[in-house]
């Protein structure tokens, strides 16, 4: 709220009370300019918005309309383009496929030609190795044959010697175990006749002590 400062010459022959309802009044009038003062400002930015309202709308509209032109010009020709591009790359796979079966088949028959010169490099060494491996097995054939002849010779010699040595001892071993026999058997048959002459005493010994008691057992029942 603004501040009216009156001249003191005025204030002393208006009074005070006239002072103060000059500045009230002052204070009224400048309230009511302001509040005019806002309502046409007010009014004049409404009208200034709406105009500006107005203006962006039509601008809107027109860059609308502008860019769906835009845009349909811009879709027709990315479509002119995109079926370019695809009949460009339709003929473009077409070569690189006729040109991709044309080098397989060209690898294909180099591949077969260098599998056939390899079939037959193989069966040669093949048939090379088998030959080098069957004279190499002969000859071992042929070594192990006279290592096997020389070896059953020797373990046949062995063999035999062996039998002679075995022969020997066992007749040496065969002699003395007859020796000790014989010398076993003696003893033997000394200790049987010792024993059987020791049986007989005590046979005899036995019988006339079962004589005698039989005799006495007569004798009292006889007597009885």
């Excluded at 007989?200 to 029942?221: S, T, Y």
Aim: hydrophobic share 45%; net charge negative.
């Amino acid at each position: 709220m603004p501040i009216y400062v009156v001249p003191k010459a005025l204030r002393d022959r208006l009074g005070e009370e006239a002072t103060e309802a000059l500045v009230e009044f002052l204070r009224q009038v400048s309230e009511q300019n302001r509040v005019d003062l806002l309502a046409l400002a007010e009014e004049r930015l409404e009208r200034r918005l709406a105009e500006a309202a107005s203006t962006i709308r039509t601008d809107v509209g027109a860059t609308r309309a502008d860019l769906r032109e835009e845009l349909a010009r811009t879709s027709a020709g990315l479509r002119e383009e995109i079926a370019r591009t695809a009949a460009e790359l339709r003929e473009e796979i077409g070569a690189v496929r006729t040109e991709l079966r044309e080098e397989i088949a060209r690898t294909a028959a180099e591949l077969r030609e260098e599998i056939g010169a390899v079939r037959t490099e193989l069966r040669e060494e093949i048939a090379r190795t088998a030959a080098e491996l069957r004279e190499e097995l002969a000859r071992t054939s042929a070594g192990l044959r006279e290592e096997i002849a020389r070896t059953t010779a020797e373990l046949r010699k062995e063999i035999a010697d062996t039998r002679a040595e075995l022969r020997q001892e066992m007749a040496t071993e065969f002699a003395k175990v007859r020796t000790e026999m014989a010398t076993e058997f003696a003893k033997v048959r000394t200790e049987m006749a010792n024993n059987r002459a020791d049986l007989v005493k005590w046979m005899f010994i036995f019988w006339v002590g079962q004589v005698a008691v039989i005799l006495g057992i007569l004798f009292a029942w006889f007597r009885g």
